[in-house]
């Protein structure tokens, strides 16, 4: 897959000079982005040294887009761009899916709110809208796409997700 992104980047970075950044960026969203977001819910929870190649080619698509140095730092980019950071793509897309109708029904039976959870009734968590994770006996476990959707949950408010400009919101 990388070898894929970094292709169209080549090729892209041929044509840089002869089109707007308008359309160099469109044309990177077009190839590039959805290779780096297919399937990437997957990836939750991995160690970072798997992440990083994907994050080396979302760098390398910004520094395309705004004609950046190797020394230049990209994260000023990528907040213009409204990119998030990788794992902050797996996190969002973990967040959406969770509290949209696409929630596949097999983690909705997962899947159990801080309320209702007996154990949990009377504390003041039981009125916000967070997961209650389930205690696993190993660190493998905890890669299980159930318990990583959980993890990832309980960062996210059902306020955050359901504002009217869905992807005007991110925290970088």
Not at 52 to 79: F, G, K
Request: proline share 5%; net charge positive; charged share 20%.
């Amino acid at each position: 897959m990388s070898s894929e992104c970094y292709y169209h980047l080549r090729r892209l970075r041929q044509i840089r000079h002869h089109i707007r950044a308008e359309v160099t960026t469109q044309l990177v969203l077009a190839l590039v982005m959805p290779r780096l977001d297919y399937c990437n819910a997957v990836l939750a929870s991995v160690p970072r040294s798997i992440l990083e190649p994907l994050q080396c080619i979302q760098n390398a698509a910004a520094r395309l887009v705004h004609q950046l140095d190797v020394c230049d730092h990209v994260m000023p980019s990528l907040m213009v761009l409204h990119w998030l950071p990788i794992r902050c793509r797996i996190d969002f897309k973990l967040c959406t899916i969770m509290y949209t109708d696409r929630c596949p029904a097999y983690l909705k039976d997962i899947i159990c709110t801080s309320s209702s959870t007996a154990t949990r009734t009377g504390l003041r968590s039981a009125s916000s809208s967070k997961y209650v994770m389930p205690r696993l006996q190993t660190k493998f476990g905890e890669r299980a796409f159930s318990h990583a959707d959980q993890l990832h949950g309980t960062h996210c408010h059902l306020t955050f997700v359901l504002q009217p400009p869905l992807l005007c919101s991110r925290n970088y």
